[in-house]
């Protein structure tokens, strides 16, 4: 039986920087939106939304950990992964506890969606809603997982960038934004980042399986070049705000953050030494998206 230690190393953690920072981005843009229509926030109205928005990020999160934790486990794709601990292909927990857990975990996600949508009073985002859900499910669950297709990028981009950042916006003010279309394909782009540094680590391991991820797709040199452009883009993508909002310099900030994972991956780290990327890159999301909604709010 996994221990609770256990438990949480298999939500992996490091991932979660892809779920807080879209809510945080979409509420700046939001918060942005409604003080220069109105002259001031309603903060009673934003923090509970914000909130419930960030409830449904990081279950869907979890979630999707949980459900690529025991569809890879299963396919025997983790039976010598390098990467962080895996309780089904560690046999730490039983595949049938691993895959309720996910379900667990999407159906909170579902739960605080719902809610979020009837307070909102936006029920066709209900659609949207189901698609993230079958998203994470169907990542490397399911007889054809397009994370066996190479896809796996271009689904995070739009659930964990598009769709978490416009969406909280969206549910805040009602209204689309060209700031949370700026902000959310930022965010996109580094949620995609963390993902290439796993897929780039688990080249080895995913051609022999079969599993063939962008990254087995692009190659080593391909995935390299790919995840340094977009670690550096979404610095580019703010200067637009910028020239209209000058607190936003405040993302340049998190510039340096950047170096050391571009630098790591450029010079061809792979296997474990890849593992404090992933950190990196982690930290890096989400102090971009904290600096985001602090420029955004001042």
């Known amino acids: 039986m996994a221990s609770l230690s256990q438990w949480v190393q298999g939500a992996r953690p490091r991932t979660l920087p892809a779920a807080l920072a879209p809510v945080a981005a979409g509420t700046g843009a ?118 066996y297709l190479g896809l796996g990028e271009l689904f995070v981009f739009i659930f964990f960038g598009l769709v978490a950042v416009g969406g909280t916006a969206y549910a805040i003010t009602g209204a689309p934004t060209w700031v949370a279309l700026l902000a959310s394909i930022a965010i996109g782009l580094l949620a995609v980042a963390l993902m290439l540094t796993n897929n780039l680590r688990d080249i080895p391991t995913d051609r022999l399986a079969g599993k063939r991820t962008l990254a087995v797709r692009l190659g080593e040199r391909g995935t390299r070049r790919l995840f340094s452009a977009v670690l550096l883009v979404p610095f580019a993508l703010v200067v637009p705000v910028m020239v209209v909002h000058w607190p936003l310099v405040l993302v340049l900030l998190a510039l340096p953050l950047a170096i050391s994972p571009v630098r790591a991956v450029l010079r061809g780290a792979a296997g474990r030494d890849l593992i404090p990327v992933l950190g990196a890159t982690g930290r890096l999301e989400l102090v971009y998206s904290l600096l985001l909604l602090s420029g955004l709010l001042l």
């Open 30 to 147: 939001a918060a942005w939106q409604l003080e220069s229509l109105h002259g001031e926030v309603d903060w009673a109205l934003v923090i509970p939304r914000a909130l419930l928005a960030l409830g449904v990020s990081v279950s869907l999160q979890i979630g999707v950990n949980y459900a690529n934790d025991y569809s890879d486990g299963i396919r025997g794709t983790d039976d010598d992964r390098v990467g962080p601990f895996r309780l089904t292909g560690s046999g730490a927990a039983r595949p049938a506890t691993v895959k309720r857990a996910a379900f667990l975990a999407l159906a909170l996600g579902g739960l605080c969606g719902l809610v979020l949508v009837a307070v909102a009073q936006i029920w066709w985002a209900l659609v949207i809603g189901a698609a993230a859900i079958a998203a994470a499910w169907f990542y490397t669950g399911g007889r054809k997982p397009y994370g």
